[in-house]
């Protein structure tokens, strides 16, 4: 019950992150580019209070630190811009979507031969991605904001898989978020940037509590659950977002909306709970 419950917790910090953003920049209270830079930020400072506890040094000087800061910038802009037009619901739902795909098809390039039900997962979860990013009658997806997201998931997808060979995530995790932060700041300073009070306050709660507590709590339950389990747990991730954003927010839940959650995240269940092929397989 503790596991489950903490399991939960996690995933809700997780969701949080996109109504945060979007309560945030979409009210005009904050910047896009001010809450990616404060989040990040507060991100360093919790997670290096969090390594000081443990005693963990801070290992930044590794290669890997490389693509991690890159991708992690990536993923922090694209996130924080995107929700200057886009639902927070919708933009958690492309975020996974873009993420899972990308490191379904990363796996199948390195070697990692799918099978039929894995394809047949993946492509049900490509085609309501599809459905959700298509113009048209009854889309209320933002051409610009859906490709920041789809960014942003390439980005997560690629600091994903960069951090697979790491042997301790969370101080990798620090280090990748202090050396992403020159990165964003390169990119994202500029003349029009502003930040109220409320919009600092989201986007310190958004990268102190949501981002880094919700990081660390995230690598203590991990190794407590089965590969398939944490993979299927994380689809909870975009329904608890589409919901807070409709309760909290005021969002529109459209069926088309509904339609394409369904084939996304019922595609991805499908194909990461799919028994996994002998080595002997030919």
């Known amino acids: 019950m503790k596991l489950a419950l903490l399991t939960a917790l996690t995933m809700t910090a997780f969701a949080a992150n996109s109504v945060l953003n979007r309560a945030a920049v979409g009210s005009g209270s904050i910047d896009a580019a001010s809450f990616a830079l404060i989040r990040v930020i507060a991100g360093i400072v919790i997670l290096c209070m969090v390594l000081s506890v443990?005693?963990?040094?801070?290992?930044?000087f590794r290669r890997a630190r490389v693509l991690g800061a890159v991708s992690l910038a990536a993923y922090m802009a694209g996130f924080s811009l995107s929700y200057v037009v886009l639902d927070a619901g919708l933009g958690a739902l492309i975020l996974f979507g873009v993420?899972?795909?990308?490191?379904?098809?990363?796996?199948?390039?390195?070697?990692?031969?799918?099978?039929?039900?894995?394809?047949?997962?993946?492509?049900?979860?490509?085609?309501?991605?599809?459905?959700?990013?298509?113009?048209?009658?009854?889309?209320?997806?933002?051409?610009?904001?859906?490709?920041?997201?789809?960014?942003?998931?390439?980005?997560?997808?690629?600091?994903?898989?960069?951090?697979?060979?790491?042997?301790?995530?969370?101080?990798?995790?620090?280090?990748?978020?202090?050396?992403?932060l020159p990165v964003l700041a390169l990119f994202?300073?500029?003349?029009?940037?502003?930040?109220?009070p409320v919009g600092i306050g989201l986007a310190v709660l958004s990268g102190a509590v949501t981002s880094g507590l919700g990081y660390a709590l995230w690598y203590a339950v991990l190794p407590r659950l089965a590969q398939a389990t944490a993979a299927v747990v994380q689809l909870s991730v975009p329904i608890i977002a589409i919901v807070a954003g409709a309760a909290i927010l005021g969002e529109a839940v459209s069926a088309l909306m509904v339609v394409a959650a369904a084939l996304v995240l019922g595609g991805i269940a499908w194909a990461v709970t799919a028994p996994k092929v002998p080595a002997n397989h030919s």
């Open 54 to 60: 443990r005693g963990t040094p801070l290992p930044l």
């Open 99 to 180: 993420v899972q795909i990308t490191m379904f098809g990363w796996g199948a390039f390195r070697g990692t031969a799918p099978t039929a039900r894995q394809m047949a997962g993946a492509g049900v979860a490509f085609a309501g991605l599809l459905l959700v990013l298509w113009p048209g009658p009854g889309s209320r997806t933002d051409p610009a904001g859906a490709m920041m997201m789809v960014i942003a998931g390439l980005g997560w997808a690629a600091y994903t898989i960069s951090g697979k060979a790491e042997s301790d995530p969370l101080p990798a995790t620090a280090a990748n978020f202090l050396l992403c």
């Open 188 to 196: 994202l300073i500029g003349p029009d940037m502003h930040a109220g």
